[in-house]
């Protein structure tokens, strides 16, 4: 049993033991783009699966736990993998097609280090046909001057297809950034916190929108090179396997419409996320700007009865009628703080009644069904 194990190694594994890398590589395979993904990581294109000789299978197992951290019915995903019988897949080269080196870690080596020199396209094809070519495909190619193209075919599929990859892993990073919208949302947040979840956000949805036409480009130059090949009516199941590539391309040209789907969704998602990061910061500078009107409301009796006195004669600092000021600002004052406050706590009063009322809700019902029934009871011995 095989855990944690680098996608060289899970190669590696695979070439001495004869068996499909893509069974390893499923078991670790997640939504992270790696950098130094070189010789290993599993395939998608529909060539390249062989059930009859293995594969692996995805699915959730809900599960139920007494004192979750998080979700207390969790969905836990699990793969189950299947090796019928000895596989040799490709790996090596543009890793979609090149043959499986032999069973020692010496071939491994040789395979990787005399690879194809990535000169240019026609070297590589040159190089393909030369090393990794069967003489039913050199048969083939010389009877049909399209089957003379399957290399060609085969390295556009494979560059197509890392491509898939990357933004695949793109979009679900981006997604990921959706799980704390319940935190950015938050109004015990910072002025601080929340500019930073709002700039953050706005970059995701610029990269989320660059992506979006990224796959309308993408999809609008497969579906031309199906116009090309004339592949644009055809289903992929219904193409023959000795055109596998063609059925690829297929393949390839929806999971570019259907990504294009994705990253219109997220966008929209983002885009209402921000609007409630918007709306949450408007509500708290209102509510600032209402704790500067009531600051302001004990300035304004006291400045007006300081302009209406003038504070002059009689009514100046250490005169006889200095008390009247007094006497008129304070109850001001107060007037205003009871008809401000007073409000506030009003409703606060009736937010507070009604949550104790849906509280308590349930069991006055019980309570008056017991009451019903026990009458019907008296009613039916009456």
Known sequence: MLEDLSEPYIELFGS?????????????????????????HPQKLLSANNHEKSFTLRYYETRVFDNPPLDPVPS?????????????????????????????????????????RRVSLAEDTAYYWLHASSSKQRTSALSSPYESTIFLRRIMIAMLNSTLRRYYFDLSQHETKLWVMQRMIDPNLTDTE??????????VMNEINKIRRRMNWFSHEMTINLEVLDLVTHHPYRIPDHRAEDRDLIVIRDKFLSYRRWSEKLLDITSAHLALMETEKSISDSKALSRLTILGSLFIPVSFVCSFFSMNGDF????????VYFAVTLPLVVAILVIVFGRWWYKRLMEVSSVRYR?????????????????????ARA
């Open 76 to 116: 836990m995903m699990r793969t189950a993998a299947n090796q019928i019988e000895e596989n040799r897949p490709y790996q090596g080269g543009y890793r979609d097609f090149t043959p499986w080196p032999e069973k020692n870690i010496s071939s491994l080596s040789k395979s990787i280090d005399e690879g194809p």
């Open 16 to 40: 001495y033991f004869g068996v499909d890398a893509q069974v390893f590589a499923a078991q670790i395979q997640d939504g992270h783009w790696g950098e130094d993904d070189r010789i290993g």
């Open 194 to 203: 929340k500019n930073q979840y709002l700039g953050d956000f706005i970059d």
């Open 316 to 323: 100046a600092v250490g005169a006889t009628k200095l008390w």
């Open 359 to 379: 509280r308590v809700r349930p069991s006055l019902d019980e309570e008056r069904g017991e009451r019903a029934s026990q009458n019907c009871e008296k009613n």
